[in-house]
T-cell receptor, first 109, second 114 residues
Framework: KQEVTQIPAALSVPEGENLVLNCSFT??????LQWFRQDPGKGLTSLLL?????REQTSGRLNASLDKSSGRSTLYIAASQPGDSATYLC????????FGTGTSLTVIP | KAGVTQTPRYLIKTRGQQVTLSCSPI?????VSWYQQTPGQGLQFLFE???????NKGNFPGRFSGRQFSNSRSEMNVSTLELGDSALYLC?????????????FGPGTRLTVT
């Protein structure tokens, strides 16, 4: 069974700092990997989708990379802002979605 | 284009009752998946429906069931509610069946069982 781990579980950084969130998975046979953002008590907002044949995707201040062979993905957030504070979840897709446990990010003004 | 909508947004039920949650996918999307999110277990896949047929099922007891209508709207039913069923229930829609397609999530239904 696919296991998805996210480290760290929580992260607190000052505004303006660049940061990296990590996601690792045990089975490299995936279709794609998706990063989501979840605000407290709310649903999930899709940030980036990386197909299994791709190495990275970029959207604004966000850049996600995928290394299938090592079972790892990173989400890079440049010049963090207080509005980036949320829980970030990665999900890998095989026969179904498998979610990580998330990283709770706090950006301090 | 309107996003995924879920009703109701909040629900309080008593142990032993049953509950039905509703999800309307993005227009044109034919796949709807359901997830349960709890602090202890995180996000767990319940099932996926496509063209009114259940295509995939997670590891949940038979008390959890669902269906999909011809307009792609989906309902999820939980019978004989237990305290542990308290959770945020999320649905997601995608254009086609299978986890390879990007999923778009609704705001969720917060179920509290007392």
């Amino acid at each position: 069974k696919q296991e998805v781990t996210q480290i760290p579980a929580a992260l607190s950084v000052p505004e303006g700092e660049n940061l990296v969130l990590n996601c690792s998975f045990t089975d490299s046979a995936i279709y794609n990997l998706q990063w989501f953002r979840q605000d407290p008590g709310k649903g999930l907002t899709s940030l980036l989708l990386i197909q299994s044949s791709q190495r990275e995707q970029t959207s604004g201040r966000l850049n996600a990379s995928l290394d299938k062979s090592s079972g790892r993905s990173t989400l890079y957030i440049a010049a963090s802002q207080p509005g980036d504070s949320a829980t970030y979840l990665c999900a890998v897709t095989g026969n179904q979605f498998y979610f990580g446990t998330g990283t709770s990010l706090t950006v301090i003004p | 284009k309107a996003g995924v909508t879920q009703t109701p947004r909040y629900l309080i039920k008593t142990r032993g009752q049953q509950v039905t949650l509703s999800c309307s996918p993005i227009s044109g999307h034919r796949s709807v998946s359901w997830y349960q999110q709890t602090p202890g277990q995180g996000l767990q896949f319940l099932f996926e429906y496509f063209s009114e047929t259940q295509r995939n099922k997670g590891n949940f007891p038979g008390r959890f069931s669902g269906r999909q209508f011809s307009n792609s709207r989906s309902e999820m039913n939980v019978s004989t509610l237990e305290l542990g069923d308290s959770a945020l229930y999320l649905c997601a829609s995608s254009s086609n069946s299978g986890a390879a397609y990007e999923q778009y999530f609704g705001p969720g239904t917060r179920l509290t069982v007392t």
